[in-house]
Antibody, heavy 119, light 108 residues
Framework: EVQLVESGGGLVKAGGSLRLSCVASGFTFSSSSMNWVRQAPGKGLEWVSSISGSSRYIYYADSVKGRFTISRDNAKNSLSLQMNSLGAEDTAVYYC????????????WGQGTLVTVSS | ETVMTQSPATLSVFPGERATLFCRASQTVRSNLAWYQQKPGQAPRLLIYDASTRATGIPARFSGSGSGTEFTLTISSLQSEDFAVYHCQQYNNWPPKTFGQGTKVEIK
C-alpha cells in the first residue's frame, strides 16, 4: 500500500522559514518523480514543485521560485521542501504527491500538512 | 501557462441523477488530463487519467471524455459518497502542471 506522510507544518511569521518533509512507503521511491502541491484555505489546488527520481530534473512554480527548494533522499525514502521568505500568500495545506512516470499525473497524495504564515 | 477553467463552480444535483462537469484548457493539452475528487478535510483522489481512463478501484459510474481543450467528467447516477469537489489538471504543457479551480457537487 502506498503511503505518503507529511510533517513539518506549523505557524511561522512572515519572512520566516519552514522545512516540510514527506516519508514514502509501498513503492519504489527512487524511481518515482515526486511533487509538492498546495491548497490555500477555501481555494483550488496549486502545483508547487516537482523532482525526478534521480533529482536530475527539478521544477518550480513561478510563485515560489527562488524561495523554495525541493530535495529528496532516496536512501531514506524522503522528500523535503525548504521554504524561505514566507509570506501570507504561502498559507496553505501542502500535499506530498507521487507522480506516475515523469511529467504525468499524480496517482497518490499524502494527507497534507498545514502551513500558516502570520503577518 | 495553460489556464484550466472548470464549470460550473457549483452543481446542485439530486441523488441518483446524472452530473456533468466541464473543464476547458486555454491551449491544447491533447489527452493529458486528469480528474481528482476531494472530500472535505481529505486529500484529493485520482479518478480519471489520460482524459478517459478510470483509475484503479473507481466505479464505472465515473467517466471522462474529451481531448484538446474541452473535457467532461460525467457521474451517471450520483451516490451520497460522490458529493465532493472535483478538480481537473493538465500535464501536457508543463511546468507548471495547472489545475482548474474546482467544481463543487452538492446535494440538491
Amino acid at each position: 500500500e502506498v503511503q505518503l506522510v507529511e510533517s513539518g507544518g506549523g505557524l511561522v511569521k512572515a519572512g520566516g522559514s519552514l522545512r516540510l518533509s514527506c516519508v514514502a512507503s509501498g513503492f519504489t521511491f527512487s524511481s518515482s518523480s515526486m511533487n509538492w502541491v498546495r491548497q490555500a484555505p477555501g481555494k483550488g489546488l496549486e502545483w508547487v514543485s516537482s523532482i525526478s527520481g534521480s533529482s536530475r530534473y527539478i521544477y518550480y512554480a513561478d510563485s515560489v521560485k527562488g524561495r523554495f527548494t525541493i530535495s529528496r533522499d532516496n536512501a531514506k525514502n524522503s522528500l523535503s521542501l525548504q521554504m524561505n521568505s514566507l509570506g501570507a500568500e504561502d498559507t496553505a495545506v501542502y500535499y506530498c504527491a507521487k507522480e506516475i512516470g515523469t511529467g504525468s499525473y499524480i496517482d497518490y497524495w499524502g494527507q497534507g500538512t498545514l502551513v500558516t504564515v502570520s503577518s | 501557462e495553460t489556464v484550466m477553467t472548470q464549470s460550473p463552480a457549483t452543481l446542485s444535483v439530486f441523488p441518483g441523477e446524472r452530473a456533468t462537469l466541464f473543464c476547458r484548457a486555454s491551449q491544447t493539452v491533447r489527452s493529458n488530463l486528469a480528474w481528482y475528487q476531494q472530500k472535505p478535510g481529505q486529500a484529493p483522489r485520482l479518478l480519471i487519467y489520460d482524459a478517459s481512463t478510470r483509475a484503479t478501484g473507481i466505479p464505472a459510474r465515473f467517466s471522462g471524455s474529451g481531448s484538446g481543450t474541452e473535457f467532461t467528467l460525467t457521474i451517471s447516477s450520483l451516490q451520497s459518497e460522490d458529493f465532493a469537489v472535483y478538480h481537473c489538471q493538465q500535464y501536457n504543457n508543463w511546468p507548471p502542471k495547472t489545475f482548474g479551480q474546482g467544481t463543487k457537487v452538492e446535494i440538491k
